[in-house]
């Protein structure tokens, strides 16, 4: 399936995951097509939701459990991979 993110899911992605998911972004710079395009199959886009619903969990709500806006972000990226 052709995915084509955000400029800014595809920023968060290309920075996050240089950190804490190497195989990933490996997985999405193999899969480049064209700028932010991407081919990815349904188990490619689970891998990548279920990594940022568990970073969501850890970083995206502050105190009084509301959304960061780092959360939104996050929760933005899962809804657009939800298969």
């Not at 400029?7 to 968060?12: G, I």
Request: proline share 0%.
């Amino acid at each position: 399936m052709l995915v084509e993110f955000t400029s800014e899911h595809l920023n968060y992605l290309n920075t996050h995951l240089s950190m804490e998911r190497k195989d990933l972004l490996n997985l999405l710079e193999s899969n480049n097509v064209e700028g932010s395009k991407f081919e990815l199959d349904e188990n490619q886009m689970c891998e990548i939701r279920d990594w940022a619903n568990e970073r969501l969990i850890k970083v995206g709500f502050d105190e009084n459990y509301e959304l960061r806006e780092e959360g939104k972000t996050l929760e933005g990226l899962v809804d657009f991979l939800f298969v």
